[in-house]
DNA sequence: CTCACTGTTGAACGGTTGTATAGTAAAACG
DNA sequence: CGTTTTACTATACAACCGTTCAACAGTGAG
């Protein structure tokens, strides 16, 4: 028996090796809570909020289903994690410019360029839309980022709409075309026929200029 | 027995009335459909896609879990028909208008008193979004609709600009327009104490108003 | 190497999901 | 008034839901 053991086929070896292997991989919470939130997110892009289960997210991280309960305490909180990760990374973008926009055109390009207005996303802002206009929580905290997001808007339309000597209030610019850019990412996401990308930022990039010029 | 039976409380009677009364109404399809339909409705605004389960909307309506099935086939089918009576609603309202609006304050009016532009119908768009953006038949019916949508819109646009003797793209107006809506709608319903529907309406005349002037 | 810590597993739970189906009864018809 | 039609109810079903929990095992400390 022993003799025969030796002469093993090497298939037999990468089955040992395999029966050997960790079973799991044991790695930071952090870490870990990272990878959950990243699979939620392709979860929900795949399959809305409806693919947003325990089953689905913990089958595509690769982990078993208890670990959801384990890092983040409920389905709820991991979906508040998801925000908080998403909004961060927005606001991360408009921050980055490390130079405001100095045209139209650089704070067109800048809004757009934004990973998440991407349209395997609609499905993930639909979800979290849903869910922060129902979570108190949720609610307050989103107030504070779009705060955020919209002064940095405002702060780059006021800087060049000054140097070319308008007068406008840059908090409303701002909240106009977060809004327009909302509007025709949305229209653009549900049906692509009606309207490319490239003409989106088109129409922004005239309505911005409209507005800035038409008030002197 | 005869004579105690003769001398039976109300209380009885009104019990033996209510063992009599039918189990149930017996209405027409059409008539059904349309109250199971307005029953998803309240379901879908109440808790969004997660609230729209067969045992809510039947119970919402009155019936029992069968009617689905037997109404519509399945409940997909529902959320069709449901797009269906709301799409059509909002292309009554445009259409409603005998008179194309004179005005750009008369235009905004129209968009917004669309009753579905209420905030407890968000939910319910939210769900209707994710669906048409990955159901094809609800696309191709979503794309007629919101050419019809725009058409209306963009003829308005066109009649008062030409008025006034300026020179535009009305269908590029009327999707900026569109969009300029449906995101301030987006974000107040989010957010209510971000923006007021007074100021959305404000701000929605001061763009149009830029966007036909500015190109003389 | 051994031990303790804890990240991880996987089965089990009560409850809910959408649909199929057999039977009931309301209402129209002759 | 009896008959027929079919809108409707009610149960059953298998699949899936989120959460709990006891046991397992990877990993670093000693």
Redesign the pocket.
Known sequence: MRARASRAPLFQIDMIKKAMA????????DE?RARLIEASITCLAKGGIQG?????I?HEA??????????F????ALLAAIYASIYGKVLENVARSEMTPQSIDELVEMIFRDSFLSREYLNVWLALWGEIAVNPALQVEHRKNYALYREHIARAISAFARGKGVKVDSYDVATILISLVDGLWLEQCIDQSLLSLDRAKDLCRRTLSAVLMGST
Chains 1, 2 share one sequence.
């Open positions: 960790p079973k799991f991989e044991r790695i930071a919470p870990r947003f289960t325990v089953d689905n913990c690769g982990t078993s289903r208890g670990l959801i309960t384990h890092h305490g409920s389905k709820n």
